[in-house]
């Protein structure tokens, strides 16, 4: 999906995502579809993983 996003979007400079932290499976997605982690966040419902994936780096992907 992100690739889609940035294939579609040429002004959009990264992808970002919240999975909760506590889903290790998801976060270990993320790390393999290019995202990095980036912070901890407090969100209303959940403790999140801030994922980023930023357009500069997806030609390593």
Known sequence: MA??????????ARVI??????NTPSIA???????????EIDLLDKRAALMVR?????HLL
């Open 3 to 12: 690739d889609l996003v940035l294939m579609r979007r040429p002004s959009c």
């Open 29 to 39: 997605a993320f790390l393999t579809a290019g995202f990095r982690f980036s912070a």
């Open 17 to 22: 995502a919240e999975p909760d932290i506590r």
């Open 54 to 58: 930023d357009r500069s780096l997806r």
